[in-house]
């Protein structure tokens, strides 16, 4: 079953809308809310007045941050950062200053989501403006009025590994360049949500709509309302999409249980697109000061980095995550030892920033990938040649970068580096020349290589029962936004169990089914969830051939599974069914166990297997080639992408066509990024992007057919199955290898260093001082 | 992003269309509502009734009579897409409507609500002023006639009265070949500079031309000046030269994070060479 391309059984529901997303959901006497936002994005709350709001027939109440308990905390930062965060941190509702357009100000609940608008019109807020903080720069300056007491940075930290300013000076070449990635962020189709209902007799609430992270956000919430872990119930319905950014503990998952508790009535809040552009964690937004050196055979000898992010209005969960990620991972696939990097984390009145799939890789691979071509065209070298030389080898693995992210250190485990990159070179022709442009079109071609983190998080769980029916349940503690858990990890505990794929189910992000669950992030349910399956398979097989023995009167090592039964392998008419095994273990029953005589014994526990697995900090590091032609317009600076070929080295593919999927669609959402999407705001902190008419996703026209060459060269040395995690690297080379592609039509040394890569931007390139 | 609240009313007729919209303040029709509709959610327009004109019959339907194309309003976008006999009388318009949206949106989306929308950097209203169209209105006190070149009057801005409803374009059949190009974000996208071009060339002399562009300003903005060039010199390589030398560059006022003013000035010389070249290597012949 691994390696096969099984048809993903979760689409049938969704390709027929027979989804259940949290919207779908509805309970007896429940209340619809809506949050009132900030308009301002600076501004002390001079008053609030909601009587004439409160006056509405069918308004049950508008919350203010008066009406959650005196003693909340603000949001907890959950992820190690460099330095204490504590001053910036956010509550769920705003008390006196708001710091962002968007930022939550009050909760109004009523009858219909439509009355609730109509009520906040009626809401009379008085602001103070304060001084607007409007982007990184401005916090950067000393003249910039205070946000908060300690200033507008949240922090500033470096790495200065090897002998930097001895490499410059001994160095053939150096190059040098800045450049700036936009804000931009997920997009999922299926906004946030949240339905929450409490039952106060039994002490009971439960939560609809929570992803990504179930286990550890029930815990933020338990911890902060004061209640205890198994009060709570978080249960993930369909889920239509999360790209990082929906697992951040946002400020609406504490105040709509809370509220849901003081109403005594179930509240549902389903966010609007209006609102998630405001309210979803915004991502990406930094800017690259990159200094290089090389040899003049091409042998790269150092960078130097100074790394400023715009991180928003607060520091929420997953704090300064995304620079840290970036500082630590810019040298990427290469052999390079001497890198400094200084960081520093900024805060404006923006938006609080989080987590978008590849966080900070695709931001340091814009940066890295241009400079390493601006390098190979300083020294008249092919730009696959200079990559070639200077990749981590095989024998140099596994190779410690130097640095740490989050408290890890940043570490790839094993790889063939120059293998996949041979392949992948080869496969999409590299040296083929490129047709020629016709009239004002020039052509262009592009190459990245890169490397991604994958499999991070500290443990995963997983549990499998046979039922006496013969059929399988799948527990596991990863949640599930889209990916294909349901079809893959029963790939997985099939290929064990010789059971049918299709007698497998997969429950998963309930906390009520599982009691511990990591969550998906970082690539790692391929990582982590389907390890766990695997060895609670095992001890599933373990379980069966022990029983079976019994049964069979046969000895264990004579035994064999195949196709939903045991059988003796020398003689295979000798069998027991999974079924009947299962049958058998059922508590209570009286074969192989039978009833004590004077004292109460363990008894059956199930054809069942749990298994805790415990990850590697560092992850598995997975290696990839981007790849792509273009054709650049230089009369109307329109791009057209013309060919494009993503490859990884995934160790071992479980289900190929899975993986291929998730580097297609990395890539079609990078081409977003790259191109299109930017969350703009105005030199006054106000939000201009409120709509799919002004926040541009790539269509079908945008986006070419991709080729996906997913191989299994390399596999990972730090889990069972050798697998490495695909969610990120469609993604993370996208913005670089267009750039490159655009700079080599150019051939002019001109280079888009600002994304997104809008015709204007493109026009000024060609026609440069325009 | 839930609607402030309104009355609704479907009439059969357009008698009964013209009552309703008389009897409210602030009623407004809704044609196809791809714009309506998510301005009401945004509560950026807050009607008292909506007058859907989706159940008049007599509002929708092509119809070709003595020379004159007739399309009802109601119209769907798709529907005159697919039109041969529209490809045949003014094929401008198909070319301007493949720049339109997408599938869904023309299957929904209709030929006169756009128009009586008149979004400044829509390509149909583009496409009514090259064309020449006649846009007819109904109004209480009967039917009247405006020449597109006078509808469109600025941004979301026509000839409509309060009360009035537009119930066909009228077009003469297309003199000479055209072309329609633009420059977007994305294939769909309203332009960030639009140019619809129409050339009728007679043994060699140039007798009738159109030259409008469209997102660069309040409403399409004919180039008059250049239009004259071209009929004065014909549609020569040396003519089209003086006609890009001649194109109304001031009028230029959208300026935008999408698209500068600038951006905008400098595409249009572009479009205006590329329009009018593809115009006259068409095979469509008048």
């Given at each position: 079953m691994i390696g096969q391309r099984v048809?993903?059984?979760?689409?049938k529901r969704f390709l027929r809308g027979e989804g259940r997303y949290v919207a779908d959901i509805a309970l007896p006497f429940m209340r619809e809310a809506y949050v009132l936002r900030s308009p301002q994005p600076h501004a002390r709350i001079v008053s609030f007045d909601a009587s004439a709001a409160l006056a509405l027939?069918?308004?049950d109440a508008v919350y203010t941050?008066?009406?959650?308990?005196?003693?909340l905390t603000p949001i907890p930062c959950r992820i190690p950062t460099h330095g204490d965060m504590t001053p910036f941190l956010q509550y769920p509702l705003a008390r006196d200053?708001?710091?962002?357009?968007?930022?939550?100000i009050a909760v109004i609940v009523a009858s219909s989501r439509a009355l609730a608008e109509d009520a906040a019109e009626l809401v009379a807020i008085e602001f103070e403006p304060l001084p607007v903080v409007a982007d990184a720069k401005a916090a950067l300056d000393p003249a910039t009025p205070k946000m908060y007491p300690p200033g507008n940075i949240a922090t500033q930290w470096g790495f200065d590994l090897g002998k930097v300013d001895d490499a410059f000076a001994q160095a053939d070449i150096v190059v040098e360049k800045s450049f700036s990635i936009q804000r931009h962020s997920a997009m999922p189709l299926e906004t946030r949500g949240l339905i929450a209902s409490y039952d106060k007799a039994r002490s009971y609430l439960e939560v609809w709509g929570?992803?990504?992270v179930p286990h550890t956000n029930r815990a933020m919430l338990a911890r902060m309302l004061g209640m205890?872990?198994?009060?709570i119930r978080f249960a993930e319905p369909?889920?239509?999409?999360?790209?990082?950014?929906?697992?951040?503990?946002?400020?609406e998952d504490i105040f709509i249980p809370y509220f849901a508790i003081k109403l005594g009535k179930p509240i549902r809040w389903i966010e609007d697109r209006q609102e998630h552009f405001a309210s979803i964690n915004h991502s990406r937004e930094c800017t690259f000061q990159v200094k290089a050196s090389a040899t003049k055979d091409g042998r790269i000898t150092a960078f130097d980095v100074v790394l400023v992010a715009d991180l928003g209005a607060y520091i929420r969960?997953?704090?300064?995550v995304v620079p840290s990620h970036a500082a630590a991972s810019f040298p990427g696939p290469y052999a390079i030892r001497n890198y400094r990097v200084a960081a520093t984390a900024a805060l404006s009145n923006k938006t609080p920033s989080g987590t978008l799939r590849a966080p900070g890789m695709f931001e340091a691979n814009f940066a890295r990938e241009q400079i390493v071509d601006m390098l190979a065209e300083k020294l008249g070298m092919d730009r696959a040649e200079i990559r070639r030389r200077n990749l981590i080898k095989?024998?140099?693995?596994?190779?410690?970068?130097?640095t740490q992210s989050v408290n890890r250190?940043?570490?790839?485990?094993?790889?063939?580096f120059p293998g996949l990159f041979e392949e992948s070179v080869s496969r999409f022709g590299w040296s083929t020349p490129l047709p020629k442009g016709e009239g004002p079109v020039r052509r262009g071609r592009g190459i990245v290589a890169l490397v991604e983190p994958s499999g991070f998080g500290p443990f995963e769980s997983a549990r499998i029962e046979i039922d006496p029916a013969g059929f399988a349940t799948i527990f596991t503690g990863a949640s599930n936004q889209g990916q294909g858990h349901e079809t893959m990890l029963p790939q997985v505990a099939a290929e064990v169990l010789?059971?049918?794929?299709?007698?497998f189910r997969v429950r998963h992000g309930d906390t009520a089914m599982i009691p511990y669950g990591g969550g998906s992030?970082?690539?790692r349910t391929a990582v982590m969830g389907a390890n766990a399956v695997h060895r609670a398979a095992l001890a599933v097989k373990a379980k069966a051939l022990a029983a079976a023995a019994q049964m069979l009167q046969?000895?264990?090592?004579?035994l064999a599974l195949d196709d939903g039964k045991v059988i003796v392998?020398?003689?295979?008419?000798r069998f027991v069914t999974l079924a009947h095994i299962a049958r058998v273990l059922?508590?209570?029953?009286?074969?192989?166990v039978p009833a004590p005589k004077d004292f109460i014994k363990d008894d059956h526990d199930g054809l069942t297997g749990e298994v805790f697995l415990r990850a590697i900090p560092s992850g598995t590091a997975v290696f990839s080639v981007h790849m792509a032609d273009i054709a650049l317009?230089?009369?109307?600076g329109e791009l057209k992408v013309e060919r494009y070929c993503v490859s990884g080295?995934?160790?071992?593919?479980?289900n190929p066509m899975i993986v291929e999927g998730q580097l297609v669609g990395g890539v079609v959402q990078g081409i977003g990024g790259a191109l299109l999407e930017e969350l703009a705001y105005d030199e006054d902190g106000?939000?201009?992007?409120?709509s799919f008419a002004d926040y541009l996703l790539p269509s079908s026209h945008e986006v070419p057919r991709i080729e996906a060459l997913v191989v299994?060269?390399?596999?990972?040395?730090?889990?069972?199955?050798?697998v490495k995690g695909c969610g990120e690297i469609g993604i993370s080379g996208v913005a670089a290898v267009l750039a490159n592609a655009i700079a080599h039509a150019l051939g002019?040394?001109?280079?888009?260093?600002?994304?997104?890569?809008?015709t204007e931007r493109l026009l000024d390139l060609v026609e440069p001082g325009s | 992003m839930k609607p402030a609240p309104f009355d609704y009313e479907a009439p059969t007729t357009v008698a009964d269309a013209l009552k309703l919209l008389g009897s409210h303040e602030d009623a407004r029709p809704i044609a196809g509502g791809q714009s309506l509709v998510p301005m009401l959610a945004f509560r950026l327009a807050r009607p008292s009734l909506l007058v859907d004109?989706?159940?008049?019959?007599?509002?929708s339907g092509i119809e070709e009579k003595g020379g004159v194309l007739r399309i009802g309003a109601m119209t769907r976008q798709a529907k005159v897409l697919a039109s041969d006999v529209v490809k045949r009388h003014a094929p401008l318009l198909v070319q301007a409507l493949e720049n339109v949206g997408h599938p869904p949106t023309r299957a929904r989306g209709t030929i006169g609500g756009s128009c009586a929308h008149a979004?400044?950097?829509?390509?149909l209203p583009s496409a009514m002023i090259a064309l020449d169209a006649t846009m007819v209105i109904a109004g209480s006190g009967g039917e009247r006639r405006v020449r597109a070149d006078d509808f469109f009057i600025g941004a979301f801005e026509t000839a409509l009265q309060p009360?009035?409803?537009?119930v066909a374009l009228e077009l003469s059949k297309q003199q000479g070949v055209s072309a329609f190009l633009e420059v977007s974000?994305?294939?769909?996208?309203?332009?960030i500079v639009t140019v619809a071009a129409r050339v009728a060339v007679k043994d060699g002399r140039c007798i009738d031309a159109a030259l409008v562009l469209g997102g660069i300003a309040e409403r399409s903005v004919r180039c008059a000046e250049a239009e004259r060039i071209l009929k004065e010199q014909g549609a020569t390589p040396k003519a089209i030269d003086a006609v890009l030398a001649a194109l109304?560059?001031?009028?230029?006022?959208m300026d935008s994070r999408s698209a500068s003013a600038a951006h905008r000035r400098r595409l249009i010389p572009e479009l205006c060479r590329r329009a009018i070249e593809a115009a006259l290597a068409s095979q469509v012949t008048p």
């Open positions: 048809l993903r059984v979760e689409d027939e069918g308004v941050a008066a009406d959650l308990p005196a003693s200053v708001v710091r962002f357009v968007g930022e939550p929570p992803t990504k205890r872990d198994g009060d369909d889920v239509g999409g999360s790209f990082g950014a929906r697992g951040e503990f946002y400020p969960t997953h704090g300064d095989p024998d140099e693995m596994p190779w410690y970068v130097g250190p940043t570490l790839f485990d094993s790889g063939d010789g059971i049918a794929h299709d007698r992030y970082a690539s046969a000895k264990e090592d004579e392998a020398a003689n295979p008419s059922t508590p209570g029953n009286a074969e192989l317009d230089t009369g109307t080295d995934v160790g071992r593919a479980i106000n939000l201009q992007t409120g299994e060269k390399a596999k990972s040395i730090s889990n069972d199955l050798g002019t040394g001109a280079r888009p260093t600002k994304l997104p890569l809008t | 004109l989706n159940r008049i019959p007599s509002l979004d400044p950097a829509a390509e009360g009035e409803i537009l974000a994305r294939k769909g996208d309203f332009g109304p560059l001031d009028a230029v006022t």
